[in-house]
């Protein structure tokens, strides 16, 4: 009985080290399966799938900090002349049209394209998708450099800021507005452009908003605010552009900024551009030497530095 006892022990033994390492092979299968699972939809989808801790509001404060608050003017890069330029579609007082969405869409990637070596370093240090900047300027502007909100309600900038938003990320603004909404500002503002014939270099002393730099820096820093604190919706990246568009707006705000992002990252839209500017400008000339697509768009790209993106890629 006692041997019987014995043998009983030690099968019950390795029923239970059976029963262990069972439990421990399926919590590996799992583990396993999460981190395919993650590899999977970080392939698909790599925009969502980010972990955001939420930060304090001490920490989320030093996003409202500017880096190039006071920033003047710097002629690194000698302003050219451009001769026989057609660019796709036409500019209103709403943003680019075109005869068709396909002319229209292809006039607003030309123009924001200008200002993708400001996006891809503001993107980078803020941890932000590729071109989601860009694809906001699209929502905003369509790029149209010089375009206040068609309410005159006070918004201005490449990708539209309010006067309220600006100051508490520390931009200057015209006459000091700091309103949400203002439409005595607004119809100053679009009085201001007119009087200075859209030179951007006299707007800039007047309203920050009006630098490139400036105000793509802007943007990445209120999204990263906002992504950074509570989480209102799926993803880290639609709490941070509800927060850029607030709540009302928020739900077909992001559906247009999903929509552009596409065309965006598409290379054979970007193509397609490209081959319709060629097709427009085989006359197109700066600095007196031909010059296509590829020529428009660094040339404008390097016009940049002159406001500061070299001392913000300094700073980052």
Known sequence: MGENKINTSKFASFLN???????????????????????????????????????SQEKRNLYKINPLSGFKIDSIQPELSIKNLKMIGSESIYGVTGKNQEERLQGMVLRVLRFQNISKVVEKYYDLPDNIILA????????AE????SSDDGGIGLCHMQGSTSREFNLATYKNCNKL????HGKEL????AD???????LIYHDERFNPVINIDAVGRILAYHRDGAQTEDTPIATAICGYSGRKNFPKYYENVMYFLDFLNDKEFIESVKQKFNSL???????????????????NQSLNRNYGLDLLKEVY
Do not use: W
């Open 146 to 149: 010089f375009l206040p909100n």
């Open 196 to 202: 200075l014939n859209k030179d951007r270099k006299l």
């Open 17 to 55: 080290n059976r029963k262990t390492i069972s439990y421990a092979t399926l919590v590996v299968i799992l583990i396993i399966n999460f981190l395919l699972l993650r590899v999977f939809y970080v392939s698909f989808f790599p925009d969502d799938f980010h972990f955001t801790k939420e930060l």
């Open 136 to 143: 906001m300027i699209m929502q905003e502007t369509g790029g």
């Open 190 to 193: 679009r009085k201001l452009i």
């Open 281 to 299: 400008n085989k006359n197109l000339t700066i600095d007196d030497e031909k010059a296509d697509f590829d020529k428009f768009i660094l040339y």
């Open 181 to 184: 909404v203002c439409y005595q």
